[in-house]
């Protein structure tokens, strides 16, 4: 069965973020004191009393409106709600009860879910505030009193959760999951990816710069395997980071590049290749991950002979670096060649992840320097003894010298590369190590 779900929703400005930061135990939805701040569904995982389930918030329900952001806000939240088995609607106990709070209320009798009403920011805890009583007006049972700020009620908010847990779950082991974290700059189609990915409206999409601030994690699974695919705010350049909001966007987008398998970089095939798409693959390519790009809006390009062989081939000489990325060429609005990506996805997490037997890898490593000796410095010629693969995610070798001075870069690269000629390793970065001989392989 899936992994049980539990959606946090309420009005703008409760405190969602704070809770659901509490509970998942680190910063990731976004907090400030802002309404509005949250957008999308944020997914965390979590525990109690031994059972996992995933935590959604969700942007602030507001009252009907025709501002595109905002009805798409509601949407999100609707959605949460319909995946959730258990809902926790979020009250601000300073407030009172609210023409909206009532009408989230029945919005969610509606939906025949569990609810666990939690009135926030009862920050004077001890006997029972007598603001508390007014929330049974609601109809939807017992209120609890939290300070999600202060972390005080949050765990009997967690036991009545539990205990509306449906009794006959059992939670098998979900295999294995590649996660794929889509960056790239603002507005080059990364929300409009996942959601034809997902075949639903999973992200906000809409033409304005900046619209999704969180890394959003999506959950997909076909006959190529299981996914989470996080989608990432654009990442500006710092200069124009100047918005807090802004500035916690770029963090999570690092955090998703962190936590994924593949970074899969979307570049617009319209703008081409910039210095920023150029700064976001080398955040990728640093933190070791498996990377592909994929050039969208393809089909918005006036194509002759020899278009796409010319454009791929700009790419690989701009992108020294990471000649290794391979490059796909699609169209998210279309669907064109969307669904080739996941075969790649999944050659790249597997190159990523590839593991070398020592004898192989010496084997290689001799016959590179049969074919091209060593380099040698004021008489001393580089001696290259033995080597091992230490690490995975990205391929990391040690590689045991008699002088790690005479092992200049230009040397290094030839083996890399005699590496990839025979192993693939193609999409993954590849890390080399350099020790003299003596020295203990950590």
């Given at each position: 069965?899936?992994?049980?779900?539990?959606?946090?929703?309420?009005?703008?400005?409760?405190?969602?973020?704070?809770?659901?930061?509490?509970?998942?135990?680190?910063?990731?939805?976004?907090?400030?004191?802002k309404?509005?701040?949250?957008?999308d569904r944020?997914?965390?995982?979590?525990?109690?009393?031994?059972?996992?389930?995933?935590?959604?918030?969700?942007?602030?329900?507001?009252p009907?409106?025709?501002?595109?952001?905002?009805?798409?806000?509601?949407?999100?939240?609707?959605?949460?709600?319909?995946?959730?088995d258990?809902?926790?609607?979020?009250?601000?106990?300073?407030?009172?009860?609210?023409?909206?709070?009532?009408?989230?209320?029945?919005?969610?009798?509606?939906?025949?879910?569990?609810?666990?009403?939690?009135?926030?920011?009862?920050?004077n805890?001890?006997?029972?505030?007598?603001?508390?009583?007014?929330?049974?007006?609601?109809?939807?049972?017992?209120?609890?009193?939290?300070?999600?700020?202060?972390?005080?009620?949050?765990?009997?908010?967690?036991?009545?959760?539990?205990?509306?847990?449906?009794?006959?779950?059992?939670?098998?082991?979900?295999?294995?999951?590649?996660?794929?974290?889509?960056?790239?700059?603002?507005?080059?189609?990364?929300?409009?990816?996942?959601?034809k990915?997902?075949?639903?409206?999973?992200?906000?999409?809409?033409?304005?710069?900046?619209?999704?601030?969180?890394?959003?994690?999506?959950?997909?699974?076909?006959?190529?395997?299981?996914?989470?695919?996080?989608d990432t705010?654009?990442?500006?350049?710092?200069?124009?980071?100047?918005?807090?909001?802004?500035?916690f966007?770029?963090?999570?987008?690092?955090?998703?590049?962190?936590?994924?398998?593949?970074?899969?970089?979307?570049i617009d095939?319209?703008?081409g290749?910039?210095?920023?798409?150029?700064?976001?693959i080398?955040?990728?390519?640093?933190?070791?991950?498996?990377?592909?790009?994929?050039?969208?809006?393809?089909d918005?390009?006036?194509?002759?002979?020899?278009?796409?062989?010319?454009?791929?081939?700009e790419?690989?000489?701009?992108?020294g670096?990471?000649?290794?990325?391979p490059?796909?060429?699609?169209?998210?609005?279309?669907?064109?060649?969307?669904?080739?990506?996941?075969?790649?996805?999944?050659?790249?997490?597997?190159?990523?992840?590839?593991?070398?037997?020592?004898?192989?890898?010496?084997?290689?490593?001799?016959?590179?320097?049969?074919v091209?000796?060593?380099?040698?410095?004021?008489?001393?010629?580089?001696?290259?003894y033995?080597?091992?693969?230490?690490?995975?995610?990205?391929?990391?070798?040690?590689?045991?010298?008699?002088?790690?001075?005479?092992?200049?870069?230009?040397?290094?690269?030839?083996?890399?590369?005699?590496?990839?000629n025979n192993?693939?390793?193609?999409?993954?970065?590849?890390?080399?190590?350099?020790?003299e001989?003596?020295?203990?392989?950590?």
């Amino acid at each position: 069965m899936a992994k049980l779900a539990v959606a946090i929703v309420g009005k703008p400005n409760v405190g969602k973020s704070t809770f659901f930061n509490y509970i998942v135990g680190q910063r990731i939805s976004i907090v400030e004191d802002k309404p509005g701040i949250t957008r999308d569904r944020v997914y965390a995982e979590a525990n109690w009393r031994g059972i996992d389930f995933t935590l959604i918030d969700t942007a602030g329900i507001e009252p009907e409106s025709d501002d595109i952001i905002i009805s798409q806000m509601r949407e999100q939240a609707n959605i949460a709600i319909n995946i959730a088995d258990v809902i926790v609607f979020l009250t601000d106990i300073k407030q009172g009860v609210t023409a909206i709070d009532e009408e989230i209320a029945l919005m969610l009798k509606k939906s025949k879910k569990p609810i666990v009403l939690v009135c926030n920011k009862a920050d004077n805890f001890g006997d029972t505030p007598n603001e508390i009583y007014e929330f049974y007006n609601l109809g939807i049972g017992t209120p609890y009193p939290v300070s999600s700020v202060n972390a005080l009620g949050i765990g009997d908010v967690l036991d009545a959760i539990y205990e509306n847990f449906p009794k006959n779950n059992t939670q098998d082991d979900d295999g294995e999951i590649i996660k794929v974290a889509v960056i790239g700059k603002p507005n080059v189609g990364k929300s409009s990816l996942i959601n034809k990915i997902m075949g639903e409206n999973r992200v906000i999409v809409s033409n304005i710069a900046g619209t999704t601030r969180d890394a959003i994690d999506s959950e997909f699974e076909n006959e190529f395997g299981k996914y989470i695919f996080i989608d990432t705010a654009g990442i500006r350049r710092k200069s124009k980071v100047t918005e807090n909001i802004e500035k916690f966007s770029v963090m999570r987008t690092n955090l998703a590049i962190e936590r994924s398998d593949v970074c899969l970089v979307l570049i617009d095939a319209v703008e081409g290749l910039s210095e920023q798409d150029t700064k976001i693959i080398g955040e990728a390519h640093e933190a070791g991950k498996g990377l592909i790009i994929a050039v969208n809006k393809w089909d918005e390009i006036e194509k002759e002979t020899g278009t796409l062989e010319k454009f791929e081939k700009e790419l690989k000489n701009k992108l020294g670096f990471a000649s290794y990325a391979p490059i796909m060429f699609i169209s998210a609005k279309t669907g064109q060649r969307v669904n080739k990506l996941f075969e790649m996805i999944n050659k790249v997490a597997s190159q990523n992840a590839i593991r070398i037997s020592t004898s192989v890898l010496n084997d290689v490593i001799n016959q590179a320097i049969a074919v091209v000796q060593p380099p040698t410095d004021k008489g001393r010629r580089l001696k290259l003894y033995y080597g091992t693969q230490a690490t995975t995610k990205p391929p990391t070798f040690v590689i045991f010298v008699n002088n790690k001075e005479l092992f200049h870069f230009s040397y290094q690269r030839y083996i890399i590369n005699c590496l990839r000629n025979n192993f693939g390793l193609e999409g993954t970065p590849v890390r080399l190590i350099i020790r003299e001989k003596g020295e203990k392989e950590e």
